[in-house]
C-alpha cells in the first residue's frame, strides 16, 4: 500500500485532498496530512486510509500541465489508519 503525504490540503468541500490516481493499488493507500497551525500542531494528527473503490466514488479533477487526474477526497470520508 503506497504512502502519500499532503503538505496542504485543499479547502474546497471543507477540506479535501488530492490524490493521484496512479497511487491507488487495490487495496488503497494510506494518507498523511502535515499541515499545521499557527502554533505548530498538526490540524491532522492521524495516519488515513482511503481505499480505491471510495475514491473511485469521488470527484476527479486535472491537474497540471500533463493534465495529471486527481482524485478529490473529502477529509471526513478518510478513515483513521491503526495498523
Request: proline fraction near 5%; charged fraction near 30%.
Amino acid at each position: 500500500m503506497n504512502k502519500v503525504v499532503i503538505k496542504t490540503p485543499m479547502w474546497k468541500n471543507g477540506g479535501s485532498v488530492g490524490i493521484a490516481d496512479r497511487q491507488f493499488s487495490n487495496s488503497g493507500v494510506l494518507v498523511e496530512i502535515d499541515y499545521k497551525d499557527k502554533y505548530g500542531q498538526r490540524i491532522y494528527p492521524h495516519t488515513y486510509k482511503v481505499s480505491k473503490q471510495k475514491a473511485d466514488q469521488c470527484e476527479r479533477m486535472y491537474v497540471g500541465k500533463n493534465n495529471l487526474p486527481v482524485r478529490v477526497i473529502p477529509i471526513k470520508d478518510l478513515e483513521v489508519y491503526d495498523g
